[in-house]
């Protein structure tokens, strides 16, 4: 079994806001070097450290930030995880994106009701008008005795 401070890399994965493959991805660039395989069996377990991957996620930052060649400052780590600002800009752009459309689709939505209607009042008037107008019978004209190909 793995390390204490090794977790799989799906885990991993899902607590730095990154997709699995991009994970193993990683590792198998040499990015990720906390990497550990277990095998049981026939299968194979990554095993990688959680810190490493958050940092190569970049959801966390180095411990110094430098400032110029011979000067570190120090800083406070991030706050909890960035994913959650991700997702809350994320909604925020969709929310965005969504509230003309919806619009858009409640004025279309009046323009077919309204339609719908002009069509019911113009079957009406044909209906009407259908009912005014009699047929005009045809004047009785001998019709033409029908011969057949043989009597020519």
Do not use: C
């Amino acid at each position: 079994m793995p390390d204490n401070d090794l977790i799989p890399i799906k885990e991993a994965a899902n607590r730095a806001g990154i997709h699995v493959n991009t994970v193993r991805g990683a590792i198998r660039d040499g990015r990720i070097k906390s990497a550990s395989k277990v095998v049981e069996g026939k299968r194979e377990y990554w095993f990688v450290s959680l810190q490493e991957v958050l940092t190569f996620a970049g959801n966390i930052r180095p411990d110094y930030v430098s400032t110029s060649d011979d000067n570190s400052v120090p800083h406070e780590p991030l706050p909890g995880n960035n994913s959650l600002i991700i997702q809350e800009t994320i909604a925020a752009a969709v929310n965005q994106a969504v509230v003309p459309l919806t619009q858009l689709i409640d004025k279309q939505g009046q323009q077919i009701a309204d339609l719908s209607r002009e069509v019911g009042r113009l079957e009406e008037k044909l209906s009407q008008l259908q009912n005014q107008t009699r047929p005009v019978p045809a004047p009785d004209e001998e019709k033409p005795k029908k011969r057949g190909w043989f009597n020519r």
